[in-house]
């Protein structure tokens, strides 16, 4: 029998261990890519990916807080900077352009992660927040991190030249889907494309 007297837990729902169990967040960040994926940024809810991921609307904000803050997580699955930023790095300058457009390519060719970034980016172009959580991702975990090993003049401008021109790509090619770029083999992009990052990011 439960102590009445006894404090309660403040932060989380009161659901079942398997609701809250080490599998539950990995749940909510499934439901939430699934729930931007199909709805958008601005008909997802708190509540729908919560419901979608069979668990209270407080363990959500528990783990992520705001939805700005699941958005933000189910942008980061999809590029996993902390996996990517040192693959792109670790080989020094040379190649980096081949690297960064390969692995950016690479992303939304997968079925797996194309989903949530089309969401992503056509919320972006008509939300502000959505705007604004993709701005901030791109910079702070993405793009700052790229810049701060380039030693070149005005390194965070040039590797925003780079995102500019890699988003570009993707709203002509996955969004408006623009052809011939949209039915363009993959590696023939790369190798268009990589010349031109290598100059963004490294010549002076």
Not at 82 to 91: E, K, Y
Not at 176 to 191: H, Q, W
């Amino acid at each position: 029998m439960t102590d009445p007297t006894a404090p309660r837990r403040r932060g989380r729902p009161a659901r079942t261990e398997a609701a809250e169990g080490p599998g539950a967040r990995e749940r909510i960040l499934e439901a939430a890519r699934t729930e931007f994926a199909e709805r958008g940024y601005d008909k997802t809810t708190v509540r729908g990916i919560a419901r979608a991921a069979d668990v209270d609307a407080a363990l959500v904000h528990h783990y992520f807080g705001t939805k700005d803050e699941v958005f933000a997580a189910a942008i980061e699955v999809s590029f996993e900077p902390s996996l990517v930023v040192p693959v792109i790095l670790g080989q020094g300058t040379d190649g980096i352009g081949e690297r960064l457009a390969r692995f950016f390519i690479g992303v939304w060719e997968n079925p797996a992660t194309r989903g949530p970034l089309l969401a992503i980016i056509r919320s972006a172009l008509t939300h502000d927040a959505a705007a604004t959580v993709l701005r901030g991702f791109l910079l702070r975990r993405l793009l700052e991190k790229i810049a701060g090993e380039l030693d070149v003049p005005d390194p965070k401008f040039r590797a925003e030249l780079a995102a500019s021109h890699m988003i570009g790509i993707a709203i002509l090619r996955y969004v408006i889907k623009v052809e011939p770029l949209a039915s363009a083999d993959p590696e023939t992009i790369v190798e268009m494309v990589a010349p031109t990052l290598q100059r963004y990011l490294t010549e002076a």
